[in-house]
């Protein structure tokens, strides 16, 4: 199941904000919906009858988009992301979606706004996700409000492989065990033992997201940045860059970010 969260975020962030969080809840990529022409402050002022975006509301205007999806058709389901304008998606949205074919897709539609309720959102969005479902549309004000749409990951048996470890220091075992899947190492959970000589062994070992959510928790702890806990869990320098090589070696991508 491959998820990807798209949004458009203009005014003062509030939707960026939740997107950024959700996508890291669900371990789905990000895109950010963004205008070839940014809009100014001034063009967003609704207040004046002549703004950028009152003259592309009332004229049901196109707004073309900077960039676009990579391998769009990989993905099962897509989160769209929007601030309500004028009680319904912005127009760059309907136009972002009309670029891509929906075909078989589950949509989630999550949206920010000043006061509206959700209200038809979803229905007018509808006819620009042609051939997808969309699954629930929801007014939000924080990620943690969309926890359930994230599909609960099967369990799967238990991959290790010990990719790494450092025979002439006899105080100190490192073994890393990860789950490979679809080329990409996923670090998901990790163990620290004392060995019987007062060394220790760190472990790493991956199978399910309820435990990914638990490494991103030992990792995190005291604030720290997980990925710069695990460097120094891991060694130091040298230990990491054995362990690039090590999934060099084994063809498997190493990211430089945990993919949580
Ligand atoms: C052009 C425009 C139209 C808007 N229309 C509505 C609306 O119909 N109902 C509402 O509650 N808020 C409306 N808002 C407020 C935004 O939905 C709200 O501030 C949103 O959380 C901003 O998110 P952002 O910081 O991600 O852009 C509008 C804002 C703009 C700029």
Redesign the pocket.
């Known amino acids: 199941m491959k998820s990807l969260v798209v949004y458009f975020?203009?005014?003062?962030?509030?939707?960026?904000k939740v997107a950024e969080k959700f996508a890291q809840m669900a371990g789905a990529d990000l895109f950010q919906i963004t205008p070839q022409k940014v809009y100014t402050r001034a063009d967003?002022n609704?207040t004046n009858p002549l703004a950028r975006?009152n003259r592309e509301h009332f004229a049901k205007k196109d707004v073309p988009v900077a960039g676009t999806v990579k391998e769009f058709a990989a993905y099962d389901m897509v989160y769209i992301g929007f601030?309500?304008?004028?009680?319904c998606a912005p127009n760059v949205v309907n136009t972002f979606c009309k670029d891509y074919d929906w075909s078989g897709k589950k949509v989630y539609v999550f949206a920010?706004?000043?006061?509206?309720g959700i209200g038809k959102t979803a229905e007018k969005l509808q006819p620009y996700v042609g051939g997808a479902e969309i699954v629930s549309a929801r007014l939000v004000s924080d990620a943690s409000q969309m926890k359930d749409w994230i599909p609960a990951m099967p369990t799967m048996d238990r991959k290790e492989e010990l990719l790494y470890s450092d025979p002439s220091n006899p105080y100190e075992s490192i073994y890393i065990h990860a789950k490979i899947e679809d080329d990409c190492l996923t670090v998901v959970d990790s163990e620290c033992e004392h060995g019987p000589d007062g060394g220790w062994s760190y472990r790493i070992i991956t199978f399910d997201r309820e435990n990914t959510v638990k490494a991103i928790d030992f990792l995190s702890q005291g604030g720290r940045d997980p990925f710069a806990t695990l460097q120094r869990m891991l060694g130091y320098e040298q230990r990491t860059r054995k362990f690039r090589e090590a999934c060099d070696e084994r063809g498997i991508q190493y990211q430089d970010r945990l993919a949580f």
Do not use: F, Q, R, V
Request: charged share 5%; net charge negative; with cysteine.
């Open positions: 975020s203009a005014e003062s962030g509030t939707t960026a967003l609704w975006c601030p309500i304008w004028y009680g920010t706004s000043g006061g509206s």
